[in-house]
């Protein structure tokens, strides 16, 4: 059983961690993106 | 074809007048010959012979990273690369002139270091030259075109003597593993088998067009 | 705005919401899943681990075609989206080297083998890894994606020649040599497929969204380097 989660944590955390990973730097680059406008049209 | 021709002579006037990358690929592989002989355990002959054609094809694989890595140096210090791009012929036949020379130079490094080997071992290669000759010939004939394309990148990125090993020896697992095979067969049935040869030859041919088309596109400006 | 066209970004935002639902059939038939009889229950990291796999094999086809399509049209949305098919690749090749022997020490006793099919992945795996150290040493300009689209074409064609190696040589795998449906007991069939397709939208939702990470990094280096097209689009809005 612990083969099992070991599998499925390792697989997750990374996918998880990547995911967050990718959506913090697209965040990062739309807000510097255009610096003068308040709204985010993304 | 006479570009071929043409850069092969080149390159091969140059190394001969100052000698710089034969003597350095040459004094590396006699130094981890006699490395292999301080490191490895004395055994007899037989014992030896199992491991001969590993030990020789590693060296062979560190030679020709020493080669390749000065293989465009030259033509990067005088900014030859630009003109020879501008040569208005199909690119490829500058990669073949580079690769062959390149293969000729291994060649004259690879006899001598297993002759080196030989003689530090105190193993009978000698009577198997001819065949082994062949062996090594098809497994150089592998390593110096992705040698040469790959050569050919590196030297244009930051860290290029540590990023051209990276690159190759991945590419190169067909062709060691049909020359080492090839390299035991002759060591211990006098010939290589067939199904060695045949696997050299075909990863030869693959590696040789796709390199003949691939520089094309790592040759410009 | 995003970085994506029209259509890609649809299937993003659709593929995302699919993500979801996915997710939770996944876990609940894994969980739901027979016990194995011979194995036991470690026999579950199946729904996880070919999946992975034809992941990453799918990123590297993703790098090549892509790469040529480059060299073929030079148009760097190609570039980039070879990127994120070996980023993505990459990752999803890792997990399956990790998973693998995880399987393999808990069934076979030992955490690898030099099997045939282990020892491709391997050497695939370093290959697209020395894609993207190219990629991150390179210059970053149109000769670095040149560079990365040859080598990318010339890892594929690594593929068949090293099976082809294996095939010659012999060396008998511990793989399975097909994975048929047939040959997966009563009542697996369900979560293996709902495990591939859950993987399968997660592989194209990362795609999509590092592709769209990149060409947003593209457009804000060529604003960088462009101030009047800056300027420009300010006045505009």
Redesign the interface.
Known sequence: MSYVIAAYGVTALTLGGYALYLLRARAREQKTREPGQETNNG | MRVLLAILWKDLVTEWRSRDRVIAMLVFSLLVVIVYHFALPAGTGSEVLVHTPGLLWVVFVFAALIGLNRAFAMELENDALSGLALVPVDRGWVFAGKAVSTALLLSIVQALAAAAFALVFDVDLSSRALALAGVFALGTLGIAPVGTLLAAMAVRTRFREVLLPILLLPALFPVLAGAVEGTAEVLRDGSPAFASVQLLLVVDGIYWIICFIGFDYVLDE | ???LGPVASKVRTASGALLGLLLIAYAWT?ANAPVDSVQG??Q??LY??PP?AYGAYLGFVITAICGALY?WKDDERWDRLAIAGAEVGV?FC??MI??GP??A??TWGKWWSWDPRLTVTL?LW??Y??YL??RS???GGA??A??A???G???V??IP??Y??IE??GGRGMHPENLERGSLGDGMGLPFLVGNLTLFV?FCW?VL??W??EN??A??LL?AADPLARARE?IA?
């Open positions: 705005m995003n970085g894994v229950v470690i579950k990291i996880v681990h992975l060299l990752i890792t997990l990790v998973t995880i399987w020490k808990g050497l370093f290959v890894l020395a150290l190219l040493f390179g210059d000769r670095t040149r560079f689209a040859v080598y074409l010339v890892g064609a690594l020649l090293n082809f190696v010659i040589f997660a990362f969204l590092r769209e990470l947003l990094r457009a804000s604003r300010e809005t």
